[in-house]
């Protein structure tokens, strides 16, 4: 049900919450001012899986490390708005727009490198014309370098590993297995398939010489049903690895076709797991898909990372606290409010610039003031059925890490020109 | 090569027969009724999850039966409660009825089965593969889903030629007043073959769920595809929809198979274009690239040589 009323709001949501806020305030009498952080993503659409649980991670974490003790600044609480773009540049302008008249300062938004650039532009353009109501973008998942490279703003914070960062540490592991000799390099026709191709053959070029890089397919964004002929063409070229970038629907498919035609050959990608898709993989998959990615999730050793999926679960028992890096952006975001003593956008951000903060797993999250790119371990991850203690879509099976990068050896240089403001 | 290509050409078969199910269904209607319904490849997904949902009672073989049952069920309300009041006031507001239903059907799946991908998998019986050639499996389920589409073929076709409901259909869909002046219950006729048609649609969802994923998406890039199949094969025809989803999706399928794109017909022309050129990215097109494309092409193609479709007969 609870579902149902947010989604039947989302269009809307906006004008949904605040009628359902107003009441609230009415009842209450005198509550403190909440901090509202407008999440931008997609809560409808073909790509409603991701955004939805991205929501539910960022509205578990407030409540569950902040708002159930007290709230943040002397007892005021978090409140999380979904606002949702469907994946679209033209809808997430006309919702940041919307989240700017309502006096909101912090947004969140991480599905899709387009409407993340779209976003940063459009802040960095608003704060410049209004000194007076300035906002904050906090990135935890939109990976394309240039965010933090060439169109880097002072005004835009990354919580994901961009992804030459993971391609560094997957062409490592690659590198690192000496049965691979032969790899195919397969992703979706647009800027983020082409970067990842690009990044993987000069990479590997120079970790493993050797290594022939038999074919390199691109293929349009969403619309293949059926990935049966371009599994047929890597069968064909004998290759004994696959990379791809691929997400959401496009990487099921992938993956399912490459099990139904029996090619058994580990897969190399970032996103396979979770949201229906580990639980759709299953057996098929198991020891075969390996992901790079910052959020670990077996084995858990640090008791308030394995407290905090309990209670996930709890809550929600049909998804999974699937990325803590969420939790940790919130962290950061809190301690640098509480640090400057305002949730002022600009005086937030300098406090965040080189905020060094340690998440549940007890790693240091360090965000670089030059370019405002975090830095996390990286996970080298399989999907397997053994050892997992905290599993993915209740299918038994999930990601056990096999290869930890520590956060400093994932530090590329900053190429980041910063228009820096005043205040 | 020539593995890829026999690969190509029984996937290509494959995607064809798929597609045949739906389309039948909508040139039916449209033959019919003349509602061009842009709801039919939401049927389709209600078929996949339908028969997700009844597979964790029952298993797949009862989901099989039941699912299409249970949408064409649901398809023949719509057009007894919905549409045949529409019907009144004209083609367009037929149109933006169906066109309104997609959306209505997508956000209704989203709500109620919620956002993820179904673990929605193919019957433990046919989960083997059937043969292996090339280092390549061929798996069951796929060969099970050929036979079926094509049972559905023989089955529509004899049906459609063979039977009393059948020629009454058919004569419907040219001189509807006649059928009706001889005592047929026309309205009648409809629902049921919007029915059937939505039925076939949620057969073909409930077959493809467990190959190409069950998710919120899936209707999505379906949609149109088919109607370039009904209008490549000629509206309202049978045999025209066939020979069409066949060759879209051999056609498609092909395509990617074979490697070979503009710097092949350069090269075979002698002519070279330097890196920097400005038009270099269209220089560099290949066929895997264009397969996608290749549908709407043959559209437009077909639209200005041929704007009846391959069998289908010019409105006098």
Not at chain 1, 67 to 76: E, S
Not at chain 2, 37 to 64: D, R
Not at chain 2, 115 to 138: R, S, V
Not at chain 2, 183 to 208: D, I
């Amino acid at each position: 049900m609870k579902r149902i009323t947010r989604l039947l709001c989302t269009p809307w949501t906006l004008a949904c919450l605040l009628a359902m806020s107003d009441s609230g305030i009415h009842a209450a009498g005198t509550k403190p001012e909440p901090v509202r952080i407008a999440m931008i993503d997609p809560q409808s659409g073909a790509f409603a899986a991701t955004g939805e649980t991205a929501y539910l991670q960022l509205l578990f974490a407030a409540d569950y490390f902040y708002n159930a003790h007290g709230g943040i600044l002397g007892g005021r609480p978090i409140e999380v708005i979904a606002l949702d773009n469907k994946a679209s540049v033209a809808d997430t302008q006309q919702q940041l727009r919307r989240a700017i008249s309502q006096g909101i300062q912090y947004i969140v938004s991480g599905n899709g490198s387009a409407p993340a650039s779209a976003l940063s532009q459009a802040i960095e353009r608003h704060n410049r014309r209004n000194p007076g109501q300035r906002v904050l973008f906090l990135n935890y998942a939109a990976v394309d370098p240039v965010l933090t490279g060439a169109d880097c703003s002072f005004w835009h914070f990354r919580f994901d590993s961009d992804s030459d960062m993971k391609m560094e540490v997957m062409t490592r592991a690659i590198a690192a297995n000496p049965d691979i000799h032969r790899v195919y390099i397969i992703g979706q026709d647009y800027s983020f398939g082409t970067a990842v191709a690009a990044s993987a053959s000069s990479m590997l070029a120079s970790k493993r010489p050797d290594i022939e890089i038999v074919g390199n397919a691109l293929h349009p964004i969403g619309q293949v049903k059926d990935f049966t002929p371009y599994v047929s063409k890597i069968v064909a070229s004998r290759a004994d690895a696959i990379i791809t970038g691929n997400w959401g629907a496009d990487m099921v498919a992938l993956a399912r076709s490459i099990t139904d035609a029996g090619l058994d050959v580990p897969i190399y990608t970032f996103y396979a797991a979770y949201d229906g898709i580990t639980a759709t993989l299953g057996e098929a998959g198991k020891n075969r898909i390996r992901l790079v990615h910052n959020d670990l999730a077996n084995p858990l050793t640090n008791e308030e990372h394995i407290a905090f999926n309990r209670a996930f679960k709890a809550r929600y028992p049909d998804k999974d606290a699937s990325q803590p890096r969420i939790a940790t952006m919130l962290t950061m975001l809190v301690s640098a409010m509480e640090q400057a003593g305002t949730t002022d956008p600009f005086s937030v951000a300098l406090a965040m610039e080189d905020m060094r903060v340690t998440n549940m797993d007890g790693e240091q999250v360090w965000m670089r003031g030059s370019d405002h790119q975090a830095f996390e371990d990286l996970h080298v991850s399989v999907h397997t059925n053994s050892g997992i203690v905290f599993d993915a879509d209740n299918s038994g099976f999930g990601l056990l890490a096999e290869l930890t990068v520590p956060a400093q050896e994932t530090v590329r240089p900053s190429s980041c020109q910063m228009a820096r403001p005043t205040q | 090569m020539i593995d890829a290509l026999i690969f190509a050409t029984l996937n290509g078969l494959l995607t064809g027969l798929l597609l045949f199910l739906l389309a039948s269904g909508l040139t039916l209607i449209f033959s019919m009724m003349g509602v061009l319904n842009f709801a039919h490849a939401s049927f389709h997904m209600l078929g996949a999850y339908c028969a997700w949902s009844i597979g964790q009672f029952t298993g797949f073989w009862p989901a099989l039966l039941l699912a299409p049952l249970l949408v064409g069920g649901l398809g023949a309300l719509v057009e007894r409660y919905g549409l045949r009041h529409v019907h009144r006031a004209g083609h367009v507001a037929e149109l933006v009825f169906t066109f309104g239903l997609a959306f209505v059907i997508e956000q209704a799946v989203q709500s109620f089965w919620g956002p993820d991908t179904k673990n929605y998998q193919p019957p433990a019986l046919l989960d083997f593969p059937l043969f292996t050639l090339f280092g390549q499996d061929f798996p069951a389920y796929k060969a099970f889903m050929l036979l079926i589409s094509l049972g559905i073929f023989i089955g529509l076709y004899a049906v459609l030629t063979r039977t009393r409901t059948g020629l009454i259909i058919q004569a419907a869909t040219t001189h509807p007043q006649t059928v009706a002046s001889l005592g047929h219950n026309l309205p009648l006729l409809h629902t049921l073959v919007f029915g059937a048609g939505s039925a076939l649609a949620a057969l073909a969802g409930v077959l493809a769920g467990p190959v190409l994923g069950t998710f919120p998406g899936m209707a999505a890039t379906l949609g149109s595809i088919v109607f370039v199949i009904v209008v490549i094969g000629g509206l309202g025809s049978l045999t025209g929809a066939l020979l069409a989803s066949l060759l879209i999706g051999l056609l498609q399928s092909w395509a990617i198979a074979v490697d070979l794109g503009m710097p092949d017909l350069l090269h075979w022309l002698g002519v070279e274009f330097p890196v920097d050129h400005p038009l270099r990215d269209i220089w560099r097109l290949n066929l895997p690239q264009l397969a996608p494309v290749l549908p709407y092409l043959l559209l437009v193609l077909m639209l200005i040589f041929r704007p009846s479709g391959l069998f289908g007969r010019r409105e006098g």
